[in-house]
């Protein structure tokens, strides 16, 4: 018989996998009656792995949510990793990096090995399992408290540990642009990466082309605040020009590598 953990598993893979699915197709797929789901699903959503629509259950993020970092990192891999390899020409050895939580930071995260010396600084527990016991790393994990959403430190023991520290290069990424204002469903998220970019000589921000023209509930900052944004290739001639006409430090990422 399978245990309920296992069950949630099942189902948080599923939708994980999908995207967004009918209470009705879970009950059919996992042949269980529908208080049972019901029962899974609110736990799930208590841990912040799925998000409880009426008649459905979603992992994609909105104005107010965002999705959960698992399924985050499934999301555009060729465009993340498109955006890490080019984050690391704004990285060299003997610098302190700080890293966000975003799961575009974390593609950069493994790239870093390859540019030691560093100290690398993070609050996300996902670039903390790729860094801790590395050679010639030094790694900070920023504390605070856990948030299973983001899979991440977050709080005000995160703000005032970031407070403490200076890096030469903050890699970060955002849920959402428009015009040229970068925006974060979560206050709290929002005040850490504020804190972060305070604590940073140089800020670099990592942007999937697909997050233009959204947006979220809080604002994180303008996009004329970091020395470079790195946007992919789907962006568009035109919305690339009415950046830099305003001002921002615009470069194209190609998805594929040369």
Do not use: W
């Not at 790393?137 to 899979?151: A, M, P, R, S, V």
């Not at 509930?217 to 006409?245: C, K, M, N, P």
């Amino acid at each position: 018989m399978i245990k309920a953990d296992e069950r949630r598993e099942e189902i948080a893979d599923y939708v994980i996998k999908l995207g967004q699915v009918r209470i009705d197709n879970l009950v059919e797929h996992f042949g269980v009656s529908r208080m049972t789901i019901h029962r899974h699903i609110d736990r799930l959503a208590q841990q912040g792995v799925l998000r409880k629509l009426h008649g459905a259950v979603t992992v994609q993020p909105s104005g107010l949510y965002e999705s959960a970092f698992r399924y985050r990192v499934t999301v555009n891999r060729a465009e993340k990793d498109a955006l890490a390899r080019a984050a690391l020409d704004y990285v060299e050895a003997g610098q302190v990096v700080m890293l966000d939580d975003s799961s575009t930071a974390n593609a950069v995260a493994t790239l870093l090995l390859d540019v030691k010396p560093l100290t690398v600084i993070t609050n996300s527990v996902a670039t903390a399992s790729l860094l801790t016991n590395v050679d010639e790393l030094d790694f900070i994990c920023l504390g605070g408290q856990y948030h299973g959403t983001y899979n991440a430190y977050i709080g005000i023991v995160c703000e005032n540990a970031v407070a403490q520290l200076r890096a030469n290069v903050l890699i970060c990424s955002a849920s959402a642009i428009t015009g040229t204002t970068a925006f974060i469903q979560d206050p709290n998220v929002v005040r850490v990466k504020q804190a972060m970019m305070a604590a940073s000589v140089k800020r670099i921000l990592l942007i999937d082309h697909a997050k233009f023209d959204r947006i979220a509930l809080h604002v994180f900052d303008d996009l004329t605040s970091f020395d470079v944004v790195l946007a992919t290739e789907g962006l568009g001639d035109a919305r690339a020009r009415a950046l830099e006409r305003a001002g921002v430090k615009l470069r194209i990422v190609k998805t594929k590598a040369p």
